[in-house]
């Protein structure tokens, strides 16, 4: 595993992040599928194993629950203070149904909620989970979470968003440390590509990028089918057949890439890992041989120049 510098933030983090969305389980409809708690905390001790250091969670994912999987499985591991954890806020969930809310009183009631369920003093990456742009450019969000720091009760703070222009927003209000953001092969398609203005920008001002995505939901691991059926509580159930028809047809475009060397997936993930920009990725880990695919990645080789012309060929062409 090879370790980076998050951004101004000064965390060392493994290159390849455990992302935990999936872990939550499936009990309210917004996860990958059914779960099981032992093998996901076995997922996680096999991650730390393979020097993976770096954990991303929210507090949304699961209603608390995949806090509570991660607190657990790193306590039982005795590296619960070791590693770095982030997590995420923004979702009020406790009445049962998600609705958005920064107001100072749900994240100071939401953090006490994480580190309960993580069981820890200090969360070392709190992250807004994908606010607007006037939310951003108004800026009132942002001082509870410097209170927060004061206080201790954060070392760094961030912001996970969606858009582009979303992102250049938190920059230039020169308050978040990190950017959480969607990137991986498919994004020199999509109508805003982080590479061209988001990434530059981020390395002039020091931010730390996290990578969210790399598999695209798993379509980039060249398993998604045609008539691959998702479980009940899994969000791929309810996306249309012919976005995800499409999205197969992508990942077929790209298979190339597969050799005796790497699978789908560890190309995809090395794709990621070739941009500079980028300090860290979390990919989703539900059982420990996902974990031992996903981590190998760190240790190959890169794409090469002419593999990445391709895919670039083949994606505009």
């Known amino acids: 595993m090879k370790y980076k510098t998050l951004g101004r933030t000064g965390l060392v983090v493994s290159e390849i992040g455990f992302g935990t969305w999936a872990i939550g389980g499936n009990d309210h409809g917004n996860s990958y599928g059914p779960t099981d708690d032992e093998t996901s905390t076995k997922a996680i001790a096999k991650a730390l194993e393979l020097g993976c250091n770096f954990f991303d969670t929210a507090d949304v994912y699961g209603y608390g629950h995949s806090e509570t999987v991660l607190g657990q499985g790193l306590k039982a591991a005795g590296k619960l203070n070791d590693v770095i954890i982030a997590t995420t806020v923004g979702g009020n969930f406790y009445s049962g149904k998600i609705v958005v809310d920064f107001s100072r009183a749900y994240i100071r009631k939401a953090i006490q909620e994480s580190l309960k369920r993580l069981q820890r003093d200090y969360i070392d990456l709190y ?135 790497r699978t789908m997936t560890q190309a995809a993930l090395r794709f990621v890992l070739d941009e500079p920009a980028i300090s860290t990725m979390i990919v989703g880990v539900k059982t420990p041989q996902q974990a031992i695919e996903n981590f190998a ?20 062409g």
């Not at 990645?297 to 012309?309: I, R």
């Open 127 to 261: 992250q807004l989970h994908n606010p607007s742009r006037p939310v951003i450019e108004d800026g009132q969000v942002f001082e509870v979470l410097d209170e927060l720091k004061k206080e201790g009760l954060i070392r760094h703070y961030g912001v996970s968003n969606h858009s582009v222009q979303e992102g250049i927003a938190c920059i230039k209000s020169g308050k978040p440390a990190t950017l959480q953001l969607v990137y991986n092969l498919t994004s020199m398609i999509q109508s805003e590509n982080p590479a061209d203005q988001l990434f530059p920008l981020a390395k002039e001002n020091n931010i730390g990028i996290i990578a969210r995505e790399p598999l695209a939901s798993g379509f980039l691991t060249g398993k998604q089918q045609r008539d691959t059926h998702y479980e009940k509580g899994d969000i791929r159930a309810s996306w249309p057949g012919n976005y995800r028809t499409y999205k197969i047809n992508l990942a077929q475009k790209l298979m190339f890439l597969q050799n005796k060397e």
């Open 297 to 316: 990645a760190s240790e190959l080789m890169a794409l090469s120049e002419a593999e990445h012309k391709k895919v670039e060929a083949l994606l505009l």
